[in-house]
């Protein structure tokens, strides 16, 4: 795949790191990131707008130099089983390597960092700052964490290193032995799985899904607390066939216990015209999971009766209850149901 026919600058800029994959090429040096594999010319970027050829060599732009920083509630990424009730620090880059339709973040995830007013905030700064705010883990969020590939990794090792977890949200569209070296540090991810076609995922996204798939794959056999994210769009994702296949997938490769988020899309980006999912669709969804043995299902960006709360798979107690972003109570000890002692996948402390 060619690069991205925006000129970047002749040299390096101060947020400039060479990147940790790439390789030779015949026209310019390959990027090895994700599956887009861009050859990308001297002076000219890679798809994601933040990876360029600067003398041969590729480097990421979005070094220390994030366009979007908040203190959010943990919920919001979203993650229910997660460290649930607490603040994590969030952080984001310009740039993304896929170019999703419905993208809500577009003004940032389809530009270059040298197009948005960015914040200085190099690694070790990010560390102290989140340490300052309190809070227990940090995100990587807003855009693809991905495509600031360097910037995610040296971070993280640092979060380790000082006690504070990583999470990435990511749509997980990233080539094998990068995902691997980067799950060392990750403590716990939500993965956007767009689309269960990958006629899709290249319609609606410019990807594909197979490495999507294998990304979750790895990341669950590496340890790394999954949540799912799959946002129902009218006339795109909706097709309950479509979503019977996803879910059974789930279950049949080790993520019953991963907990599904399904989303209600809102009008965004190049998909204005479109309608809100209607409530029974995602009611529906959420049957469907439920039904092919994923234990924890919730509905997101609309408040549906129960479905935002947790139950225990056994005996179907309530074990956290919550109201939009906020935790009312939880009846969880040591990982377990207080009720019937059945644990309850996730990081609770």
């Keep these: ?16 790191k060479e990147s940790l994959f790439w390789s030779p090429a015949l026209r310019g040096a390959k990027c090895l990131i994700c599956p887009n594999e861009c050859i990308i010319k001297e002076g000219r970027s890679g798809l994601c707008r933040n990876r360029v050829n600067y003398s041969g060599k590729i480097y990421s732009i979005a070094y220390g130099n994030p366009c979007s920083i908040n203190i959010d509630p943990v919920e ?7 460290l649930p009730g607490s603040k994590i620090f969030s952080v984001g880059m310009a740039g993304c390597n896929l170019a999703c339709m419905n993208c809500q ?34 995100a990587y969020t807003y855009t693809e964490p991905i495509t600031s590939y360097e910037y995610t990794f040296v971070s ?24 691997r070296n980067l799950c060392k540090y990750i403590d716990a991810a939500n993965v956007d799985l767009k689309s269960f076609s990958n006629n899709i995922y290249r319609k609606l996204c410019a990807g594909a899904l197979d490495p999507v798939l294998n990304s979750l794959k790895i990341m669950n056999k590496l340890g790394v607390w999954l949540e799912i994210t799959n946002l129902v769009i ?33 009008p965004d980006h190049k998909l204005t015209h479109l309608s ?21 299902v919730y509905i997101g960006n609309v408040s549906v009766l ?27 000890e040591n990982g377990a149901c207080k009720k019937c002692g059945e644990k309850i996948a996730g990081v609770w402390e």
């Design 1 to 16: 795949m060619t690069g991205f026919a925006g000129d970047v600058d002749e040299k390096p800029w101060k947020w400039s």
């Design 306 to 332: 129960d479905s935002e709360n947790t139950y225990c798979p056994r005996c179907h107690t309530m074990v956290v209850e919550r109201k939009g972003y906020s935790i009312l109570q939880k009846n969880i």
């Design 76 to 82: 919001k990424k979203p993650l229910n089983h997660f």
């Design 276 to 296: 809100s999912t209607p409530i029974g669709i995602l009611t529906q969804a959420r049957e469907i999971a439920l039904s092919a043995g994923i234990k924890y």
């Design 105 to 138: 973040n577009a003004t940032i995830s389809q530009v270059s960092p040298k197009e948005t007013r960015n914040y200085d905030l190099m690694p070790d700064k990010l560390i102290a700052e989140t340490i300052a705010s309190k809070c227990p883990s940090i």
């Design 234 to 266: 009218p006339g795109w994702t909706d097709n309950p066939d479509m979503i019977k296949r996803m879910c059974k997938w789930l279950a049949e490769n080790g993520l019953s216990n991963a907990p599904l988020h399904f989303c209600r899309f809102h």
């Design 156 to 179: 993280a090792k640092l979060a380790r290193q000082e006690g504070i977890k990583n999470v990435i949200v990511t749509a997980g569209y990233i080539n094998e032995e990068p995902l």
